[in-house]
């Protein structure tokens, strides 16, 4: 069984920065971040996929950065130049490796974090 906790959310002002981790317990072989603001859709922010390349939604593009600490089973989010717009519930996703997908933002994961907060406040 697969559980993955989140930290390291909290309130920022823009510009400002960030920095998320998921650790997990289990089998896992490619992790994602996807985030959800009030009233919209869950959207993927930035993944690994079972290589361990990273791929970023075009919104964070050269603002964020996913790494992962294979030794400590976890994945982490930098989070820099934050704008009022990253506001959101953070997520982070995992699955098996037999599960994995080549696009990490557009696959379905079966195992979820609980998720933690970031707020940017302009």
């Known amino acids: 069984q697969v559980r993955l906790l989140e930290s390291g959310g909290g309130s920022v002002q823009a510009g400002g920065s960030l920095s998320l981790s998921c650790a997990a317990s289990?089998?896992?072989?490619?992790m994602a971040w996807f985030r959800q603001a009030p009233g919209k859709e869950r959207e993927g922010v930035a993944g690994?996929?079972?290589?361990?390349?990273?791929t970023y939604a075009d919104s964070v593009k050269g603002r964020f950065t996913i790494s992962q600490d294979k030794a400590k089973n976890t994945l982490y989010l930098q989070m820099n130049s934050l704008k009022p717009e990253d506001t959101a519930m953070y997520y982070c996703a995992a699955e098996t490796y037999l599960y994995c997908s080549s696009e990490p933002l557009k696959s379905t994961f079966r195992y979820w974090g609980q998720g933690t907060q970031v707020t940017v406040s302009s």
């Open positions: 289990g089998s896992t072989r490619c």
């Open positions: 690994l996929d079972r290589n361990y390349r990273p």
